[in-house]
Structure formats: C-alpha cells, structure tokens
C-alpha cells in the first residue's frame, strides 16, 4: 500500500511543481482545488480554514485551533467541517524538498447529496470538534491523483471534476471521522444546528452579536449554546468573533489604504483602543507596527 501511497504523491508533486513558479499557493482551474507549494518552514500564521480536504504530499504542517493542535504529514488528511479561525504552521521544508500540498475547498450541500439512508446517525448525539486528521488510504489517493491530472488537461474538468470531487468526498465520508462531516450535514441534529449558528457568526462578524440571541436561533439555554459551540470549535461564540474580526483587521491592513482606527471601526469594534490592545495580544505587535512590518516582507 505504502509504495502505491508513495507513486501518487510523486506523481502529484510533480504536477503542482509543473504549474508553480515561486508561488506559495495558486488557485487551479480545477474548482475548489487549490496547490500550495513553500521553501522553507514557517512562523505561524492566523488563516481562515473554509471547510476543506487538505492533502501533504511532502513536509508537515500545524494546525492550533485555539489550543488544541493538529500535526499531520502525507501518510495523513487533514478534514475541517466547518469555517475555523485556525493558526497553520509549515513544519518541515526545504530548497530541495519544499513542503507540497493539496486543498480541496467543498460545501455542506456537497456532503448533504452524498448522505444516503444507510447513515443513520443519531440527530442529538455529542457532536464532534469539526477539524481532525485521518490515515491516507489509497482509494482516496487514487480519486485524488485523477483529479489532479485534470489540471493538465482542461477540456475534460466540467465533465470529470465534480465525479472525481463526489468520489473523494465519498472517500471521506466512509473514513475514520466520516461520521463528523455527516452530523453536520444532518438537518436536524446538535451539529447542524451548531453549524447553522457558526456560520451566522461569520456572517455577522463585524456586527454586535448577543449570546442569548444566538442561543435563541439554536431553540437552547445560553450555557447549552457555549457548550456545544465550543465543543465544535475550541472557543465560545464571543471569542470566535474576536478572532474573524482580527483576523479580518490584519487583511485590510495588509492592503495599506486604511488606516488602524478606520479598520477598528469597519470590523465592529467601537473602541480603536481595545482593538489595539486586542491586537496586539493576539498578533504581538500593535497594528500600525505590524501593518508595516507586514508590508516590508512583500516588497
């Protein structure tokens, strides 16, 4: 199995290496497909983790959501259900042996169409954190490898895309944390509820968001609500807006039209003063400091 594993990865890694130059990460013509190519380990980096299959071809990376972290490697894929406000972290990379890997961006709808009667889960069982890491199995390779080529050969991706995309997720689906993405999925149960209620607060962001309203939303008591909304995503819904917003703030300051008390204000803080202090505690420099500090490694 392994010395398959082995052919697919090399066989793939030399397709991203095809269509990169010095890019980091380049979107393909395959939807939802994504190439990431890096030199060198990294520092860790705030990202917003859409509900993604992440495959390494070569390196490791990290993942922290809040303070449980993920490590993985290419014997391993990396599933996040839904939306997170993660801390990623490239391990190992070289000049000569770069870190490569595959993400493979899907929407619940997407898992929704693959769930068929024999997954009977229970609706109101304990859900699950929504980020976790799985063995690679050849099977998912095999679809994954298909999709890929796919890159070099553009006439055929409207036809065979979304049939290798639906293989894959099927992969997923029957794998070791399947049951996560089909509790999400399940209308009706705790976790789709709960996803329903992350997905509000990404949306809402930079707007006042009050616990008991969302606890409302969910039809439970504002303690269920953070219980649940934690067990999902490692944070309470208080804290995951903080971090969308700062995570949002760095973005638009990262493009130098605006400036911090501008920025403050446009991602729903009322005080500049708090968001600095904020900031800075979850960045480690102040946001002017960190804007230009920022702006000097992409000149």
Known sequence: METKL?????EMAA????????????????????FVRE???????HIFQKPSLCIILQGKKEICLAKECFQYGPSEYLISAVGLPVIGQIME????EPYISLK??????????????KYQENPKKKQDRAIHVSPIEVPLMDAMARLVRLVDAPDNIDVLAPIYIKEILYY??????????RQFAMKGSTACQIQEIVQYVITHYNETIRVEELAEKAKVSVPTLHRQFKEVTAMSPLQ??????????????LKGTVNATDVAFQVGYE??????????????YPPKKDSKRLLAEYV
């Not at 030199?39 to 980096?45: M, R, V």
């Not at 990379?93 to 000569?96: D, H, P, V, W």
């Not at 619940?108 to 068929?116: E, G, P, R, S, W």
């Open 6 to 10: 082995s052919a697919y990865r090399q």
């Open 15 to 34: 397709i991203v290496s095809r269509h990169m130059k010095r890019e980091t990460w380049i979107e393909t013509a395959v939807p939802s497909l994504y």
């Open 39 to 45: 030199f060198s380990a990294s520092e860790p980096s």
């Open 93 to 96: 990379a070289t000049e000569t």
């Open 104 to 117: 493979l961006e899907f929407t619940m709808n997407q898992i929704v169409d693959l769930i068929h009667d």
């Open 172 to 181: 997923v689906l029957i794998g070791p944390h399947g049951h996560v993405l």
């Open 240 to 253: 995951f807006q903080k971090k969308l917003r700062l995570q949002e703030a760095r973005l638009l300051l």
């Open 271 to 284: 005080s500049p003063s708090q968001f600095s202090r904020e900031y800075s505690r979850m960045f480690g």
